[in-house]
Nanobody, 125 residues
Framework: QVQLVESGGGLVQAGGSLRLSCAAS????????WGWFRQAPGKEREFGAF???????EYADSVKGRFTISRENAKNTVYLQMNSLKPEDTAVYFC???????????????????WGQGTQVAVSS
């Protein structure tokens, strides 16, 4: 049974940093692609960052230059380092995984097979 478990969320002041982790278990994740998404109250889930099996990385414009996605294959863990946080970054953050079968970044939430339960990030002004 595949499980993705996010951690690292919390409350932080604007300008602060958080590091989210997503630990995966239950199968081999080679070759898998990973995404971080977020969902604010009353809004749709939106793409934040992508890392493919080959190492390709892409970000949403809203987080580019502030967030960094990375992974440790040996630990089946993906990270999202979030710096210079803004109140508009407040949301539940989800990690997602799918087999990396396409060239290019995978940004659609409906294209991912596995999801974590989410971790809350709140940024105060």
């Amino acid at each position: 049974q595949v499980q993705l478990v996010e951690s690292g969320g919390g409350l932080v002041q604007a300008g602060g940093s958080l590091r989210l982790s997503c630990a995966a278990s239950g199968r081999s994740f080679s070759p898998y692609a990973w995404g971080w998404f977020r969902q604010a109250p009353g809004k749709e889930r939106e793409f934040g960052a992508f890392i493919g099996w080959s190492g390709r990385i892409e970000y949403a414009d809203s987080v580019k230059g502030r967030f960094t996605i990375s992974r440790e294959n040996a630990k089946n863990t993906v990270y999202l380092q979030m710096n210079s946080l803004k109140p508009e970054d407040t949301a539940v953050y989800f990690c997602a995984a799918r087999r990396n079968t396409v060239v290019g970044a995978i940004k659609g939430a409906d294209l991912y097979n596995y999801w974590g339960q989410g971790t809350q990030v709140a940024v105060s002004s």
